[in-house]
């Protein structure tokens, strides 16, 4: 029988090809796009609209949907985003279209991003200082504001700032306190306990003037007021030091608003989050998630390639490799929560616990390293990726010729001359083929971590100015986690919803810039194999 | 029947893979600074033969070997004798030209560093003069710091010489050197072969019979694991003593 020549000649399997090739194209293109689409217009100024209903009740906020109502067939209903929260209780409402009389894009409609109860939508009426009352259709109000919001954020700088010094103070009286509490002996109870006593000496000489000074700031920056009315009429006093920006956001032009979006953004990367995390910033997950990549590069790099060297350059190749290799590709396979269990039992309540026993007995039963920490994240991250390395590096041991080999021991090189002059310089590529792709596996990774050591939200950064600096039993945020905790178990989801997205396009970021990084690293060494100097 | 002391002597020596014998029985004295090249037709032992006196054979699954090699009156499969020692009396270049991935400089050097010399002063000597030799000095002095294998193919042939002389050896095994180059490069490589046996015992596979007559001191043919003849190269090529050779010469078989 005579097959089609289409079928023949491959032409069929040619399409076949280039349209699987299309599709996964689309694919990536496509969630690239809508990441991009929804986290580009997240920070974006909406203009705040001013209904007035038909039951007579007044609205101001800004219109986030617009979709058929499916009470009443045939409608459509608008969700305004009308903030307020501790005067209506909620953020959000649904408007049928019909019940509108009357829309407006008030010019005076000022937006209050605050530090608590979320945004403001209201109307500027006067701010109140100590030098006096100015109101919002005075000409000074603008430079009144600007100078009232600069104070405010320094009251609330000096604030935090008085709150870690009288921190800094008191952890050494809950230090001795548990020391002397779980004092195996006499002898140490005595030396905790007389410990204890300098360290209240020491606070209670040095708090008075900061406790002081906490007062007198906390009342000054009750002193500095904006009293706004809401759309309905009623007033609301908002301390300008609990204010992120104030925005009359539709008098804006288009320079001004770029401004406002490009600060959101700043804020977004750069600051700590709020309410919860559905605001401010996500630094603390950005910088989480890189230093646990980091550390989990550490670990697993020696790992994989100690490994690798070993099967391929020592090992006989008999059952007991044979064995380990299958080892290794079922490894790859295994779910990664499975993964996070064993890094629970094995690091964290195993190695952690044992630690606590013989370092840390003094502060049990609080634990210290036997507790979910960034270690234990990294170390558990670096196991789910060893397969991926010790694959890569593999490949890159094998593709070292055996001439070279020959070469080396030819020339009175030992063994391990051999590997460590010749063989491992040739395989650097691969090594790093397989860190990129570690990388790449383990920042989008959340479930292990859950077990091993992310919160919510951490009290400090894993790295900081106090001695010894990194803090390797700190838990820690985390990009990933974070999506899933603002998406999913915040108390404002719809809020949140921006964040997501936002979230979402900063952890591709990342990645991306992790392997770009990683990727520049190998394509310089390739080089230095193969053309230019060493 | 030989001239000066040997380099290189075989007694007995029986080697090969597995239950296969390779080489059977070869009773062979190589004399000092001369070249003698191996010839014979494919697997007929030649490279074995060759990889005995380093022992780069040690390192093939399944090989074994009876009888002796001594490489100047000692014991090459001496216990006592450490491999790396060995290897830097007795060097060796491959077919392929094999430079590792690193400059000029540091491939020449790469076999005293590994015996420990580590003054750069010392180093660098050693580098220009094993350069000099392979006569390959004048062509790469400027870019001595250059990766190896920007070098062409004949060039890097001629590295690798340079790279088995600044080890010292006396005794050089060149194992089909030509047989990735070009004419050109190969008349070159022979140039510099003959100008270094002055100096060095040279000991060549080769599967080119021109190449055994142009530059060859002496030759040994062997076949199917067998020494069959082995003598002056003018002599061996016009009136070998056996037929087999003749056959060989002529080019009825191989």
């Given at each position: 029988m005579m097959r089609a020549p289409w079928l023949k000649e491959g032409i069929a399997a040619r399409w076949l090809a280039a349209a699987a090739l299309l599709i996964s194209l689309a694919m990536v293109v496509g969630l690239l796009a809508v990441v991009s689409a929804v986290a580009g217009k997240a920070f974006w100024p909406r203009p705040l609209v001013l209904l007035r209903l038909a039951d007579g009740r007044v609205l101001l906020g800004e219109v986030w949907t617009r979709e058929a109502d499916p009470n009443h067939p045939g409608h459509e209903r608008w969700r305004l985003k009308t903030g307020n929260r501790d005067l209506e209780g909620q953020d959000f409402v649904w408007v049928p279209k019909a019940a509108v009389v009357a829309r407006e894009v008030p010019a005076g409609a000022w937006l209050v991003e605050r530090r608590e109860y979320g945004n403001f939508y209201g109307f500027a009426s006067e701010l109140h200082t100590p030098e006096g009352i100015v109101s919002a259709t005075d000409e000074r109000f603008g430079d009144a504001l600007a100078k009232a919001l600069q104070r405010g954020r320094e009251l609330v700088e000096e604030e935090r700032h008085l709150l870690d010094r009288l921190a800094a103070l008191h952890a050494p009286v809950v230090k001795y306190g548990a020391r002397a509490e779980g004092a195996k002996s006499e002898r140490r109870r005595q030396r905790a306990l007389a410990a204890l006593e300098r360290a209240r000496g020491h606070e209670e000489e040095n708090a008075p003037p900061l406790l002081a000074r906490l007062a007198e700031v906390r009342h000054q920056a009750e002193e500095v007021t904006l009293v706004m009315t809401a759309a309905g009429g009623q007033e609301m006093t908002v301390p300008a030091a609990g204010v992120v920006r104030a925005v009359p956001v539709n008098a804006l032009g288009l320079g001004a608003r770029v401004g406002l979006y490009l600060s959101r953004w700043w804020e977004f990367l750069f600051a700590e989050p709020r309410e919860a995390n559905t605001e401010g910033g996500i630094f603390p997950a950005l910088f989480g998630t890189a230093l646990m990549v980091f550390l989990m590069t550490f670990a697993v790099v020696p790992l994989g390639v100690i490994t690798a060297v070993y099967l391929n350059e020592y090992a006989s190749g008999g059952m007991f490799t044979r064995a380990v290799r299958l080892a290794l590709a079922n490894l790859a396979g295994v779910p990664s929560i499975v993964f996070g269990v064993f890094g629970l039992a094995f690091f964290v309540y195993g190695v952690g616990g044992t630690i606590d026993r013989l370092l840390f007995a003094d502060s049990l039963p609080t634990p210290t390293f036997g507790t979910g920490g960034i270690l234990w994240a990294s170390l558990t991250l670096a196991l789910l990726t060893v397969p991926v390395v010790v694959v890569a590096t593999e490949e890159g041991l094998q593709s070292v010729p055996d001439a070279t080999r020959d070469g080396a021991r030819a020339l009175g090189a030992t063994r391990w001359q051999t590997l460590r002059h010749v063989v491992l310089p040739y395989a650097a590529p691969g090594v790093l083929t397989g860190t990129i792709l570690a990388v790449a596996r383990a920042a989008g990774e959340v479930a292990p971590l859950m077990l091993t050591g992310v919160v919510k939200l951490a009290p400090a950064l894993p790295l900081d100015g106090v001695p010894p600096y990194l803090h390797l039993e700190r838990k820690f945020m985390h990009l990933g986690f974070h999506i899933y905790d603002v998406g999913f178990q915040s108390p404002n989801v719809e809020a949140a919803k921006p964040m997501v997205y936002a979230t979402t396009l900063v952890l591709l970021a990342l990645v991306v810039v992790l392997n770009l990084l990683a990727i520049a690293l190998r394509a310089r060494l390739r080089r230095r194999l193969s053309r230019s100097a060493v | 029947m030989t001239t000066g002391a040997a380099a290189l002597r075989t007694r007995s020596l029986l080697a090969g893979f597995g239950s296969t014998a390779v080489l059977q029985a070869i009773d062979l004295t190589i004399p000092e600074k001369q070249i003698t090249a191996f010839i014979g037709p494919s697997g007929c032992g030649k490279s074995t033969l060759l990889r005995c006196f380093n022992r780069m054979n040690d390192h093939l699954a399944g090989f074994f070997r009876y009888g002796e090699v001594l490489v100047h009156g000692r014991d090459a499969y001496d216990p006592a004798l450490p491999l790396e020692e060995l290897r830097s009396q007795v060097g060796m270049v491959f077919q392929k030209p094999n430079p590792f991935p690193q400059s000029i400089a540091r491939n020449v050097s790469f076999g005293p560093r590994m015996a420990g010399v580590r003054d750069p002063a010392v180093l660098a000597e050693l580098v220009e003069a094993s350069l000099r030799r392979a006569q390959l000095w004048d062509e790469v002095k400027d870019r001595l710091?250059?990766?190896?294998?920007?070098?062409?193919g004949g060039q890097q042939q001629r590295l690798c010489i340079a790279r088995a002389l600044a080890s010292g050896p006396q005794i050089l095994l060149l194992d089909e050197p030509a047989s990735a180059l070009d004419p050109i490069a190969t008349a070159k490589l022979e140039e510099t072969i003959l100008e270094l046996s002055r100096e060095v015992t040279i000991v060549l596979v080769t599967h080119n019979l021109q190449q055994a007559a142009r530059v060859a001191h002496r030759t040994a043919f062997l076949y199917l694991g067998k020494l069959i003849e082995e003598g002056e190269t003018a002599a061996m090529f016009a009136s070998p003593r056996e037929r087999l050779t003749e056959e060989y010469l002529t080019g009825r078989f191989g």
């Open positions: - | 710091h250059a990766s190896a294998f920007q070098l062409s």
